[in-house]
Structures are given as structure tokens and as C-alpha cells.
């Protein structure tokens, strides 16, 4: 188990005592790089938990300090008005606090919109940077009960727009038009809230998950926790999933991309480097990450986040492509894959009230896979307790 920071303090007394002589040694002045001497010395671990702790100790941070969920609604596909309802109206009657704000982007001359919320509190506050999802923009209003969680446990939030809803242009779909803008809205948060450095978070759902791989694949060394939801993760795969069921993301990837992603062209080139499946490869073992996907979700296949746990888990720990084919093509879990599951020995209570039972959980060093009983969906509060408990 990690120490706590009053363990961690008190240890620095000791180490004090022998530092004393040296101007230079402030360890108590500084936690992070006392931590670091402690990690050093064996006197401490990584600050990190598994989901299975996490849910079961659903209380959040510590033993002594406690989460507030304040919002009703568990899940995003319950949220009233459908997933992608934006407007500022229901943001100022439901969280007040929060306000819309403007943040110039470095890449142009543009001026990024925002929702933005920092009480002013002096402690250093965690931050939570959320990014919305595919067909909306900013104000998508499933996300309130995010901003409501931040609220009320004095939370740092960011809700960027980075060029909004990806709807074709070329500008939108994990340009780097957009991943600049995602940057910028980190850099404002952290430049303008006492924001603390060791507890900075990402959470994504959908095309916001597909969103957070792309920043977090550039900045691994930034979030100590990335939590992201039924994501897109090869977008060339997901256009030829949409093109065979006739649906509109086919076109809008089409579009963006300048055309149609065949084997050898520009435009699946572009596919590719648009795709976190480019990019995610590279920090495998880096990333404390929670991949969440709903079983049964025809919107965006669980394929697309086993083969996301894949690229981060080391080589003994992947999921055999029979298993994802089987999976893909049963639904189900197939029995050698459950067989490797923890989620048996474990209850994940978040899970359980939103009736979404866990059937699958793996680990493989900071890298944790869940697939879960639904569809395209994002349960609020296991994320938010699972990111509530990392720690850098």
C-alpha cells in the first residue's frame, strides 16, 4: 500500500535531521521532491490503485477524507435530453459555478471557448480536464455531473471546446488544430488555479476518450490519471465499422481526412496519424489508465479499447486476437480470457448501482481494462473514484 502524506512527512523528519547541514535540501518545503528521495530510498511506493480498490473503497482520496457525488444520475445514456444536448442554459441552472471562458489558441488567431471552474480555494487543488465527445462541442450537457463532482470537492475543472464537434471539417478530429487547443486549456488551468502537480486528471467518453489517447500519449509524464470510456482508437477501422452499417461517422472521418481511407492513400495516412493507435504505442508503461467499455456497444466495438489495452500491457499480458474475435462475435467473454479476470475475487459497488456489472478486469502494470455489462456508455462515479485515488 502507498504511504500516506503524513507518513511520508513524518519520514522526512528523520531525513531532515541528516539533511540539516546541506542549504539546498528542503524536503519538507518541497513534497514532491521529498517523494522522489523516499521512492529512492524504498521508503515509499507509487501513489497509484487499481479500479477494483478504488470502487471498493468508494469513499475516494483516503480513509479521512470523503468524495461527494452530488449528482442523481449514474450514467451518461440517463442524463436528461440525450448525449449530445449542449447549450449554456442548463450549465447555469445546474452548476452555477461554472463559467464560460476564452483562451487564445497558440496555433492561430483563434479564441478557444471554455468552461472553466477554480473556487479561488489556497490549497493546491486537483485538476479535472474533461473533453467532450464526438457530435457536440463545449457545453455537451452529459458532462454537468462532472462539473457538479468538481464543485463540490473543490476540484479544479476544464471543459475545452478545441474546434468543437467533429462533424467533417478538417480542423476537428484530433487535428493538431485541436490537440494544440487541448494543450492550451491544460496550460490555462494550470496557470491560473493553484493547481496540484502531482493530482493533474483526464477523463474522456467516445470521441472525447479517442481525444484523451492523443493527449495523453504527448504528455504522459503530466496526468496521474487518464480514465476514458468506450474510446475510438484505430479511426481507419472505425470508418470501415461505420461505412458497413451505412452510418454518418463514415462520412465525417471521409471528410476530414480528405477522403476515403484505402490501403496507400493520403487520406488513410491521415486516418492514421489522427488515430491514437499511432501515437499510444509509445508510452506503454507510462500511462496509469482505465479503459472502460461496454460489452454490447454497437456504437463504437470493444475492440477498439481490448486492442488499446493491448498496446499498453506488456507482451504476456495482451488479449490473443482469436479472443477479441470471439468476444466481437459472441459478446461474451471467452472462458480463457475470464479465466485471467479479477473481477471475481474483487466488488465494484460503482459498478453494481448503475446496474453494470463487471465481467471482465485486467491489469497489466499501470494499464487497467474493464469491459462491463451495456452498451456506449459512461458510468460517472467509478471514474471519478478510480481517478480520486492516483497520484504522481
Not at 461554472?98 to 480555494?121: F, K, M, T
Not at 493533474?200 to 503530466?222: E, F, Q, T, W
Request: a negative charge; charged letters at 25%.
Amino acid at each position: 500500500m502507498p504511504y500516506s502524506r503524513a507518513a511520508i512527512t513524518s519520514r522526512l523528519d528523520a531525513i531532515a535531521l541528516f539533511c540539516a547541514p546541506f542549504s539546498s535540501c528542503r524536503l519538507k518545503d518541497d513534497p514532491r521532491l521529498g517523494r522522489a528521495l523516499l521512492l529512492t530510498l524504498g521508503l515509499a511506493t507509487a501513489s497509484t490503485t487499481s479500479l477494483a480498490h478504488a470502487d471498493e473503497q468508494a469513499a475516494g482520496v483516503s480513509e479521512a477524507e470523503e468524495l461527494e457525488h452530488p449528482s442523481e444520475h449514474l450514467r451518461v445514456t440517463e442524463f436528461p435530453g440525450g448525449l449530445v444536448e449542449a447549450d449554456i442554459e442548463t450549465w447555469n441552472e445546474l452548476v452555477p459555478e461554472v463559467e464560460q471562458i476564452e483562451i487564445p489558441a497558440s496555433a492561430d488567431d483563434a479564441e478557444q471557448p471554455a468552461l472553466y471552474y477554480d473556487s479561488g480555494s489556497e490549497e493546491a487543488k486537483p485538476l479535472l480536464l474533461v473533453l467532450h465527445s464526438w457530435s457536440t462541442d463545449y457545453l455537451q450537457n452529459i458532462d454537468i455531473p462532472l462539473g457538479q463532482f468538481a464543485v463540490a470537492n473543490d476540484w479544479v475543472f476544464m471543459h475545452p471546446d478545441f474546434r468543437g464537434q467533429n462533424d467533417g471539417r478538417p480542423e476537428s478530429t484530433a487535428s493538431d488544430l485541436a490537440i494544440s487547443d487541448m494543450e492550451d486549456a491544460l496550460d490555462y488551468a494550470r496557470d491560473n488555479a493553484n493547481v496540484d502537480e502531482a493530482r493533474i486528471y483526464l477523463l474522456g467518453y467516445s470521441g472525447g476518450a479517442m481525444n484523451a489517447l492523443h493527449l495523453a500519449s504527448r504528455h504522459p509524464d503530466v496526468f496521474a490519471g487518464v480514465s476514458v470510456w468506450v474510446p475510438v482508437y484505430d479511426l481507419v477501422n472505425w470508418y470501415q465499422w461505420n461505412d458497413e452499417r451505412g452510418e454518418k461517422y463514415a462520412g465525417e472521418i471521409a471528410d476530414a481526412c480528405g477522403g476515403v481511407p484505402e490501403e496507400g492513400s493520403e487520406a488513410h495516412e491521415e486516418c492514421l496519424k489522427r488515430s491514437p493507435v499511432e501515437h499510444v504505442p509509445d508510452v506503454a508503461g507510462e500511462l496509469r489508465i482505465l479503459i472502460a467499455h461496454g460489452i454490447g456497444d454497437e456504437t463504437v466495438p470493444p475492440s477498439q479499447a481490448l486492442r488499446a489495452f493491448n498496446d499498453l500491457a506488456a507482451e504476456e499480458d495482451r488479449i490473443s486476437q482469436e479472443q477479441i474475435d470471439q468476444l466481437m462475435e459472441d459478446r461474451e467473454v471467452p472462458e480463457g480470457l475470464r479465466e485471467r479476470s479479477t473481477h471475481g475475487d474483487r466488488e465494484f459497488p460503482h459498478f453494481a448501482e448503475a446496474d453494470a456489472s463487471v465481467l471482465l478486469h485486467l491489469q497489466s502494470g499501470p494499464a487497467e481494462l474493464v469491459l462491463f455489462e451495456g452498451e456506449h456508455d459512461m458510468l460517472y462515479r467509478p471514474g471519478l473514484a478510480w481517478l480520486a485515488r492516483q497520484e504522481r
